[in-house]
């Protein structure tokens, strides 16, 4: 295994490929539960989890689709995989580790509807990842999605605390702003080229 | 371009089998993975109202039945619960409460239309809205009820209007208590009292006698008769208005013959509210 190209992909999906910030995959959480530090790292987590887990559990469907000469079927096979992924997931933790099932509270369900897992998936075929690729892709991805979701938290709640931005921009229309100025910083990771 | 049926067909074998895979997986799964969650919470929840009126102060029904089986909250934490339901919850949490007495909501005024207005209002029928009008609202007096009604708007439960007199009256055996009336009160009006309570003060206005007087034809001029013919001494006047100690009253109704401004007022007399028994709450 070439642990460069694990790095490089590893290094693409945190920075010059972020989820959120370059792909904008995943932005419904990413606006929805960043109003406070502690609700960001918690979806952050459950991101990191439950992306990995997909890009695992989806590599086998998708060779097993691909046998069937069926990849049209993908997008519809892995929301299903996904949700019943999730599904279970919820209540393996609620019944073996409560402590981590209370932390992750109600944004592991919402993640059966994230786009950002669903994305993860297709680029993993997009990309004809293999197992170890895709997993380490999937997990990378949601630390990509923790790392924005923890910065744009930390900015709004700054920005909450000390700033006063003009009565029409209170609330979501600064936080898109900010999105954006976030957007374009992570813009100039795109020159990031080490390993070539 | 043609599809060949085959193809659709494995697509939605595929699919089945998958979905029904999974379906299982997971049907076997809510099985063995099971939470026993304390049963008693789900049984105190069938007792409670389940108007999730949020008096007990939490987020509702099913947060209260929570907290009671964790034992962050007494058994008779819920306000609405009546006497038996009180009891139901307190044998299934094991323990035994003594009914608590029953109180309801009370609102004390009788001033309505026999209240000296200011000005006519016309604006938005809504007492929250009246009161911020110049003037602290259309009633002359600072204590009165406005009659708009937001108690009625906000009861839940339909047990309080606004009667002929203008003025918002409480329908004792459907009140709950669950006190949201009380919080949308501009004027602060309503209280509680026993449900089993005879003798009540219809004013709440602390102006002093001669104002009072001008201000309503239905005031509490802080005139002390009834404190000081009250056998009981169960009767006073605080802040110019008649207040009752209700741990004292025996419903003689000595004050409410003397009182010279029908301020006070044997409930029963009215022919409104029955007789309850008060044997055994």
Known sequence: MDWKNLLTISLGAILVNNFILVQFLGCCPFLGVSKKMDTAVGMGFAVIFVMGLASALCYPVNLLLEALDMEFMQTVTFILVIAALVQFVEMFLQKTIPSLYEALGVYLPLITTNCAVLGVVLLNVQEHYNFIESVVYGVTGGVGFLLAIVLFASIRERIALVSEPPKCFEGFPIALITAGLMALAFGGFSGLDIWR | ?281
């Open chain 2, 1 to 281: 371009m043609t599809v060949n049926p085959m193809t659709i067909l494995y697509a939605v074998l595929t699919l089945g089998v998958l979905g029904g895979g999974f379906g299982a997986i997971l049907a076997v799964a809510s099985k063995i993975f099971a939470v026993e969650k304390d049963p008693r919470i789900e049984e105190i929840q069938g007792i409670l109202p389940g108007a999730n009126c949020g008096g007990c102060g939490f987020a509702g029904c099913s947060a209260c039945a929570e907290s009671i089986v964790s034992g962050a909250a007494p058994v008779n934490a819920c306000p609405v619960c009546s006497g038996e339901q009180t009891t139901a919850i307190a044998a299934i949490m094991g323990v035994e409460v003594a009914p608590a007495e029953r109180r309801v909501a009370f609102v004390r005024c009788n001033g309505g239309t026999r209240s000296n207005k200011k000005y006519d209002y016309i604006g938005l029928m809504d007492c929250q809205a009246a009161v911020k009008i110049a003037g602290n609202g259309p009633l002359d007096c600072a204590f009165g009820c406005l009659g708009f009604g937001s108690c009625v708007a906000a009861c839940a439960f339909d047990a309080i209007h606004i009667n002929a007199g203008g003025v918002a009256e409480v329908d004792r055996d459907k009140c709950t208590l669950c006190r949201r009336c009380m919080d949308v009160c501009p004027r602060h009006l309503i209280t509680d009292v026993p449900y089993a309570a005879d003798v009540v003060v219809r004013c709440a206005s602390q102006d002093k006698g001669a104002v009072a007087r001008n201000n309503c034809a239905a005031s509490c001029i802080g005139c002390k008769l009834c404190e000081k013919n009250c056998p009981q001494d169960a009767i006073h006047v605080i802040d110019n208005v008649a207040v009752i100690d209700y741990t004292k009253c025996t419903s003689c109704g000595v004050c409410v013959e003397k009182c010279p401004r029908k301020v006070l007022l044997d409930i029963h007399e009215d022919g409104k509210v029955a007789p309850v028994a008060k044997a055994g709450a």
